[in-house]
C-alpha cells in the first residue's frame, strides 16, 4: 500500500505563485510514474503534469510554460511550482502515483486546495 500526502495549497491573487508538495510512504518502488490532477467544481478530474522516476515530464497545455513538475527520488517527494497563476486554476489538487508490480497499481493523495482571485 502506498500513502499520498499532498501540502502546500492556498489562497493567491492572480499572478502569485504556489509550490505544492506531495510525500509519498509505504510500498513504493524504483520505477513509478508521479503525477498532478485537479477538479474544479462542478467540473471533471484533470490531468496537469507528469514526471517520470528517470525526470522525463509531460504539462497539460494549459499550465505549459507556467508550472514545473520536479520529484525528489530519495525523499520519495514531488513538487509543482505555480507561477503566473489564474483564476481559472482554481482547483482541488491531487497527487498520483501509478507504478506497475505485476499489476498496475494506482494511488491518489486526498488532494489540496488551491484558490487564485482576480
Known amino acids: 500500500q502506498v500513502q499520498l500526502v499532498e501540502s502546500g495549497g492556498g489562497s493567491v491573487q492572480a499572478g502569485g505563485s504556489l509550490r505544492l508538495s506531495c510525500a509519498a510512504s509505504g510500498s513504493i518502488f524504483s520505477i513509478n510514474n508521479m503525477a498532478w490532477y485537479r477538479q474544479a467544481p462542478g467540473k471533471q478530474r484533470e490531468f496537469v503534469a507528469l514526471?517520470?522516476?528517470?525526470?522525463?515530464?509531460n504539462y497539460a497545455d494549459s499550465v505549459k510554460g507556467r508550472f514545473i513538475i520536479s520529484r525528489d527520488n530519495a525523499k520519495n517527494t514531488m513538487y509543482l511550482q505555480m507561477n503566473s497563476l489564474k483564476p481559472e486554476d482554481t482547483a482541488v489538487y491531487y497527487c498520483?502515483?501509478?507504478?506497475?508490480?505485476?499489476?498496475?497499481?494506482?494511488?491518489w493523495g486526498q488532494g489540496t486546495q488551491v484558490n487564485v482571485s482576480s
Open positions: 514526471i517520470t522516476t528517470g525526470g522525463i515530464t
Open positions: 498520483n502515483l501509478v507504478q506497475v508490480v505485476g499489476s498496475v497499481y494506482n494511488y
